[in-house]
């Protein structure tokens, strides 16, 4: 099979920000690297070994096909993804994976289900951190990887579903690219991503139900708090939303949004209207630090 050495070359430099000059070093001269990039000219061996060794390739990788360079890329990125992927470091693996090539993620099963299951990690990361539009990408990022894989990714859907309902509460610019939210629907998601403290959370809270449980005390309080606030008991939801305040831990700026929105509804409900403006107040900073 005709391989073009020189587009593969090329290909693999721009993956590696190198200029022709960087790349062509003391032993090739930038003319004849254009000349080998262009396919006019075809390196010699000794050639083709300083050029493999520059981009950190082996020879016979500028020499495989691409059903071969797949397989190559893959066997020696692997274990690495793996292992990132097995140690929760979501970052690190989608980085291993993206190194391998866009051309690739999508013919690859394996790889694909791996960098979809890692978005939607990033994006409960990036929730948790306050940076809700990067998490927004994600959530999209997850959707796409999830398409490009043959493996069963209705929970990765699932709950990318529940959360892009969540988030897109907050602004009518977060519009999902990747999914049809009216397609995949909140009561058909809800049943399939509930194992995720999460998504359990988001659909507690829409749904007021009182009797899951959360190993993160917030979350649970907040539900504890909504259950008081659908029964008309706004003492006892502005005692347990202020107890969520009172917590030694950070606590992402969407759920103090909520808390904020609830406690503004509880100081209006019993006449404290002095209260329920500065809960206002809080409620509008939150909103505008997350999402800026």
Known sequence: MSVNIGEKIKNLR?????????????????????????????????????????????????????????????????????????????????????????????????????????????????????????????????????????????????MARIMFEYLGELSPSLVSENMDLELFG????????????????????????SEYTFEDEALELHIKGRKFIAAEEYDKANSVLNDILKLDVRLPGILLYHVFEDLELCCRQLGNAKNAKNYSLEKMSQLERILS
């Open 14 to 158: 721009l993956e590696k920000m190198m200029t022709q000059t960087e790349l062509a070093g003391d032993q090739v001269t930038r003319n004849m690297l254009s000349l080998i990039e262009k396919g006019r000219a075809v390196p010699s061996l000794q050639t083709l070994n300083y050029i493999a060794s520059r981009l950190n390739v082996s020879p016979s990788f500028l020499l495989a096909d691409e059903k071969e360079e797949k397989m190559m890329l893959k066997y020696t990125a692997i274990s690495d993804i793996l292992l990132a992927f097995k140690n929760q470091n979501y970052r690190i693996c989608m980085d291993l994976c993206k190194r391998i090539g866009n051309r690739f993620i999508e013919k690859d099963n394996e790889i694909g289900l791996v960098m979809a299951e890692s978005a939607i990690a990033l994006a409960v990361e990036e929730i948790y951190s306050d940076r809700i539009r990067l998490a927004w990408q994600y959530l999209d990022d997850a959707v796409l990887y999830s398409s490009q894989t043959l493996y069963s990714t209705k929970h990765i859907e699932a």
């Open 186 to 209: 909140y009561n058909y998601a809800k049943e399939i991503c509930i194992d995720n403290e999460f998504c359990r959370y988001i659909v507690a809270l829409k749904d007021i139900i």
